[in-house]
């Protein structure tokens, strides 16, 4: 059997080392356009940081190695230039000039490129860059050796511009990043990625979100915003987003999908018979929509690399998709989500509860204890869980990786109740925040707890309801208190109870939600009528520092 692969890394990769484990006897062709064909692209932004400190580091395999130990023919600087489904063979332009390759089977892994506005005065610009592979990077920290520039800007907040932008910061630069949506990090909520874009703004980082560069000048050394806000920028790095590469895929006459990507069934194959195709460029299932999604991210591509081998080799496996797990470190914050936000739920008019809970990363009396803010969505009727994000300085991976692992695994969110981690003071607590969540949300859906979130507030107020808030009164001194609510301590709820009216509603808040459900409770077996203000002060504040008091 000889088997071409078009694109190393991740899905490529994955597939040709696979391939030889399975099949000794097959010949298997590596082309790829560039001149790496292994390398780690999610460092490529802690080389330009210097927190990786050898180039050699990014390359994880070579042409001489992967033929020394799977006897693999990688072709580099080889670009693939169409292909003949009629023939099973691919026209190939390599340093020889072109040539014909024949195969019996041809898997597609050609990733993802940087989607590149068309912006006046963007083609002439000439310290514009993107961070894509390892000639971008090697572009970006020449241009830093030669240029030695003072003032950076990075358009676009995801996870690769936030990473770019910690990393020229650490580099000394003076940094601005700009997105076009109205928060950093867009594939999660607003109030979650408020804790980001306050981490970046408490270490220098210029934050301008809901606007767009409208037009670069003096060659890109002016940065001009939608607004009219003009940025001097010596180093500009462009990441807006990525679109697959397809163009290879087109010349066979395959199926393309949303977004132009790679349409391929449950094992991989696409619309043209042989031709299989894994990693960012295809479209895959969301495993909890059960729609059409493409997330390009590394752990897929590999997982489809190996599975698409194992199909080939007659080995029954099945594409079931993804949920899109993801984590970013910003300075001395980590952010994590797993599966679906709240805009996605809403525009697939799905019903769904949104808790949050604030927790520890370890035990609160051993030493170093830190905070992490979590946040699920689930089905109020039957526990589903939809998704999770965290933020916080420790431990927020463990706790999105035991989500995702509880969404694959289809528990429910009573399930994460019975859940039982490693504990001790170092290491965790004795009721997990992942446990936490499990609390609360099985709270809701037996109906103890009633809640609403930060952005219902205000209809809340505007329709008549009373607004209390338990915390001690110290600490309403020290970190100040939502417009509008009335501060009775918990500890001295019971003997004030009368202070509060019947015939409203009552918003309980506290600094987390955890006493304010407490209060709300009592209010109700008090024959109250009371809601909990979810996430409640440390969820609010974030979100509308302008109205904390």
Request: glycine share 10%.
């Amino acid at each position: 059997m000889k088997i071409v692969i078009v694109g190393g890394v991740a899905g490529g990769m994955s597939a040709a080392t696979r391939l030889r484990r399975l099949n000794e006897d097959a010949e298997i062709i590596i082309l790829e356009k560039g001149p790496y064909v292994s390398f780690a692209n999610c460092g490529l932004p802690y080389f330009v940081s210097g927190e990786i400190t050898k180039r050699s580091k990014l390359l994880v395999q070579t042409p001489e190695s992967l033929r020394g130990r799977f006897e693999l023919d990688v072709r580099v600087n080889t670009e693939a230039l169409s292909i003949n489904p009629d023939k099973k063979e691919i026209l190939v332009k390599g340093e020889e000039g072109e040539y014909a390759i024949e195969y019996d089977k041809l898997i597609l892994s050609p990733g993802a490129r940087p989607f590149v506005p068309n912006t006046p005065g963007l083609p002439e610009a000439k310290n514009v860059f993107t961070m894509r592979n390892v000639p971008d990077v090697d572009a970006v920290t020449g241009f830093m050796k030669d240029q030695e520039p003072k003032k950076a800007v990075v358009i676009g907040a995801g996870f690769i511009g936030l990473e770019m932008a910690e990393a020229l910061h650490n580099r000394g630069l003076d940094v601005s990043v700009v997105e076009m949506a109205p928060q950093v990090l867009p594939p999660f909520d607003f109030e979650m990625s408020a804790f980001v874009k306050d981490e970046l703004e408490k270490n220098g980082i210029k934050v301008y979100t809901g606007v767009a560069a409208s037009g670069f000048h003096n060659e890109g050394k002016i940065v001009e915003l939608q607004n009219g806000v003009r940025l001097e920028s010596d180093l500009t790095v462009m990441s807006v987003g990525v679109l697959p590469e397809n163009a290879l895929a087109m010349t066979a006459g395959i199926e393309l999908g949303m977004r132009g990507g790679i349409l391929v069934d449950e094992n991989y194959e696409t619309s043209v018979k042989d031709v299989y195709a894994v990693g960012d460029a295809i479209i895959v299932k969301n495993q909890i929509l059960k729609a059409d999604s493409m997330i390009p991210l590394a752990n897929p591509a590999n997982r489809q690399g190996r599975q698409v081998a194992d199909v080939i080799s007659g080995y029954k496996r099945k594409n079931k998709g993804a949920i899109g797990t993801a984590i970013v470190r910003v300075f001395e914050m980590s952010a994590a989500s797993v599966g679906l936000n709240e805009r996605q739920l809403k525009a697939a008019d799905m019903k769904y509860k949104a808790v949050h809970v604030t927790a520890n990363d370890h035990a609160g009396y051993f030493p170093g204890a830190s905070s992490i803010y979590m946040k699920m969505l689930f089905n109020p009727e039957d526990g589903t869980i939809y998704g999770a994000q965290g933020v916080g300085q420790k431990g927020v991976d463990k706790r999105i990786d035991i989500l995702a692992t509880a969404i694959k695994g289809n528990l429910k969110v009573d399930d994460l109740m019975e859940l039982e981690f490693t504990y001790a003071p170092p290491f965790g607590s004795a009721k997990d925040p992942v446990n936490m969540l499990g609390y609360a949300a099985t709270n809701i859906m037996e109906g103890f707890s009633n809640n609403i979130q930060w952005y219902e507030l205000e209809d809340m107020r505007k329709e008549g309801a009373f607004l209390l808030d338990v915390r001690d009164t110290r600490e309403v001194e020290r970190d100040g208190s939502i417009e509008g609510f009335m501060n009775i301590p918990i500890n001295d709820l019971r003997g004030r109870i009368n202070e509060l009216p019947k015939d409203k509603t009552v918003v309980v808040s506290c600094a987390s939600g955890q006493r304010s459900y407490m209060a709300e409770r009592m209010l109700k077996q008090k024959g109250f009528h009371a809601v909990n203000l979810d996430g409640a002060f440390n969820i609010y504040s974030i979100v509308k520092k302008e109205e904390i008091k």
